[in-house]
């Protein structure tokens, strides 16, 4: 049976780890924790790490997907750190993005919908990345696709998981932007419609209120989810999650 992941989520902007809210990234202040002690994305993984043991953590680079300005200083500390694997996001649009990035020892890279320039560059990119290794992201708003790609943007949501399906792609993540940082709680069932739907892993990002939700999902048979605000707020108890 597969292990059901919970990785902690560090989002990057100027530099520094923020508090992502609802998509609104001018709106994101630096992030504060009771369990860590500085917003320097790499002290936080350390601090993770060696503390709560997690060994697996999501970096959305904003820095990158908004400005493409990647840390790639905080990226090389950040992979030097032992025993961390790292997915992430640093807004991929085209095939020149994906070799750029897979020179570092990255577990898995995001292709997210909102960035991609098209379709296209999914298929481009199992020329270089093994499945195992790619994660797609399902970018969407209220549950409805975000895209700068129109061949991407007009399709019907679940046609477009069918047809990443049909690439072999293992994996995927479902990233509701409007969930994000809320709380909200609750599996939306379009969730589980995709989740019976596609043959492959199906994460999720965002939304997650307690402790309750997080078996809710394992219970559900999805492959993982990622967290951030319940988790450095307090409200979960990081020693529960290790009973997971």
């Known amino acids: 049976m597969t292990k059901f992941k919970i990785i902690p989520v560090i989002d990057i902007l100027n530099s520094k780890a ?4 609802k998509g609104k990234r001018t709106k994101y202040e630096v992030l504060k924790s009771h369990l860590f002690h500085s917003p ?42 032992s ?9 991929i649009v085209n095939l020149k993005d994906i070799h750029k990035f897979n020179r570092y020892r990255i577990k898995s890279l995001i292709l997210g919908l909102e960035t991609l320039k098209s379709f296209k560059v999914i298929n481009q990119s199992l020329q270089i990345l093994s499945q195992n290794n790619i ?27 069918k047809k990443i399906e049909s690439l072999d792609i293992k994996n995927i993540l479902l990233l509701d932007l409007f969930r994000v940082g809320q709380k909200i ?19 999720v990002g965002g939304g997650i209120k307690d402790f309750k939700d997080i078996l809710d999902y394992k219970e559900q048979n999805f492959f993982g989810v990622l967290i951030a605000t319940a988790l450095y707020d307090g409200t979960i108890d990081a020693e529960k999650l290790r009973e997971l």
């Open 135 to 161: 994660i797609i992201s399902i970018d969407m708003y209220k549950g409805r696709i975000i895209s700068k790609a129109k061949d991407i943007r007009k399709q019907n949501l679940l046609d477009l998981i």
């Open 83 to 91: 025993d961390a694997e790292i997915i992430l996001d640093p807004g």
């Open 18 to 21: 923020v508090h992502a809210v």
């Open 185 to 203: 709680g609750g599996i939306p069932p379009l969730f589980i419609e995709i989740l019976n739907n596609f043959n492959g892993n199906v994460l």
């Open 40 to 81: 320097n994305p790499v002290e936080i993984i350390r601090e993770i790490k060696n503390k709560l043991k997690f060994y697996e953590f999501y970096i959305a680079d904003l820095d990158s997907i908004i400005n493409n300005t990647p840390n790639f200083q905080i990226l090389r500390e950040i992979l030097e750190i």
